[in-house]
C-alpha cells in the first residue's frame, strides 16, 4: 500500500505544468539564424574570389608536400613551353627601297660573273689556234705568256715556226723594240707584233683585250708603221710574201765578219717565200 501510494504521488508531480513549460509545446529543430547584411553583396567580387581560390587549389595539387613541383610536372613544363617562350621574336620592319638595292646588287653580280665566264669561254674558242712566240723576253714573261695560254687559250712556242699569230716583245719610250731576227721573220709573216703590256693587261683583266693598242711602232722611230703595214697586206690568205718568186744565191759570203748569217739570211728568204740558189744562175741570154 505504501508503494502504490508513492508511485501515485510522483505520476501527480509528473502532470503538473510548471509555468516556465508554457512556451514549450514539443522539441523542433533549431531556427535558422537571420544573418543581417548591411551593405548588398557584390557578385563580381565573390565570382573573382572563388575563381582565384579554384586557381590556388589547382596549383597546391600540383606541389608535393615539401613544396616543390614533382617531377611529372617538370618535365609537362619543360616539353609543353608557356606562350611567352612560344611567342616568335619581333621581325624589324625592312626597308623596301634597301631590299631592292641589295637584290639588284646581287642580280648585277651574278650577271657580270656569267657574262665573264662566257667571255672567257668565246675567247678560249677563238684563240684556241693562236700561237704565241716571245721576244727579248725575260723567264719571269715567258711564265706570264703560259700563264695568259692556260686562262684565256692559245699555245707557245719557244722557236718561229709557221703559225705564229701573235709575236710578243719588250719595248722602249718610243713603242718600239730592237731588230732581232723574230722581229724580221715577223713581218714577212705579216703576224701581230705586240709588247709585252698586252699580255699584263689581258690577264689582269681576264679578257682578251684590242692587239691594235698594243701593236708596236716598229724597231726605230724612222721605221714606224712597218708592222701594222705587213699586218694588213698579208690579212688576205691570197696575199703574196714579199720574196715571192724571187731567187738568191749566195757567191761569197765570211760568215766571221758578216752578220746575219747565211743559215739567218736563208731563214729569211724562205719565209718570205722565195728560193735559194745552190748554184750560180745562168747569165741572162742575149747579153
Same mark, same amino acid.
Given at each position: ?35 543581417? *547584411? ?8 565573390? %565570382? =573573382? ?13 600540383? #606541389? ?14 619543360? =616539353? ?9 621574336? #619581333?621581325?624589324?620592319?625592312? +626597308? ?41 723576253? #725575260? ?7 703560259? *700563264? ?18 701573235? %709575236?710578243?716583245?719588250?719595248? +722602249?719610250? +718610243? ?43 716598229? +724597231? ?15 690579212? =688576205? ?9 724571187? #731567187? ?8 766571221? *765578219? ?30
Amino acid at each position: 500500500s505504501n508503494i502504490s501510494s508513492r508511485a501515485h504521488q510522483r505520476s501527480s508531480k509528473n502532470s503538473e505544468i510548471s509555468p516556465e513549460d508554457d512556451c514549450i509545446v514539443e522539441e523542433s529543430t533549431p531556427p535558422t539564424p537571420i544573418l543581417k *547584411v548591411s551593405k548588398p553583396l557584390d557578385t563580381k567580387t565573390t %565570382l =573573382n574570389k572563388t575563381l582565384s581560390k579554384v586557381q590556388d587549389g589547382k596549383q597546391k595539387e600540383g #606541389k608535393n608536400q615539401t613544396g616543390t613541383e614533382t617531377p611529372k610536372k617538370e618535365k609537362e613544363k619543360k =616539353n609543353h613551353p608557356t606562350n611567352e617562350t612560344m611567342k616568335p621574336p #619581333k621581325k624589324q620592319k625592312e +626597308d623596301p627601297l634597301k631590299k631592292q638595292k641589295e637584290e639588284k646588287s646581287q642580280s648585277e653580280n651574278e650577271t657580270t660573273k656569267i657574262q665573264k665566264k662566257q667571255s672567257i669561254a668565246e675567247t678560249t674558242r677563238y684563240t684556241k689556234n693562236f700561237l704565241f712566240l716571245g721576244s727579248g723576253l #725575260k723567264k719571269a714573261m715567258l711564265e706570264q705568256i703560259i *700563264v695568259f695560254t692556260h686562262k684565256l687559250g692559245g699555245s707557245m712556242t719557244k722557236d718561229w715556226r709557221d703559225g705564229v699569230s701573235h %709575236l710578243i716583245v719588250q719595248t +722602249d719610250d +718610243d713603242n718600239c723594240t730592237p731588230r732581232t731576227m723574230k722581229y724580221l721573220i715577223a713581218l714577212l709573216s705579216g703576224c701581230w707584233i705586240v709588247s709585252y703590256e698586252w699580255i699584263t693587261q689581258c690577264l689582269i683583266h681576264q679578257e682578251w683585250f684590242d692587239e691594235e693598242k698594243f701593236e708596236i711602232l716598229g +724597231d726605230t722611230p724612222q721605221t714606224a708603221g712597218t708592222p701594222k703595214k705587213s699586218r694588213l697586206a698579208l690579212a =688576205n690568205p691570197k696575199a703574196k710574201r714579199l720574196f715571192h718568186g724571187l #731567187k738568191f744565191y749566195f757567191a761569197f759570203y765570211n760568215e766571221v *765578219v758578216a752578220q746575219p748569217s747565211k743559215e739567218d739570211l736563208v731563214k729569211l728568204i724562205l719565209f718570205g717565200h722565195g728560193t735559194e740558189l745552190k748554184n750560180p744562175p745562168l747569165p741572162p741570154t742575149g747579153q
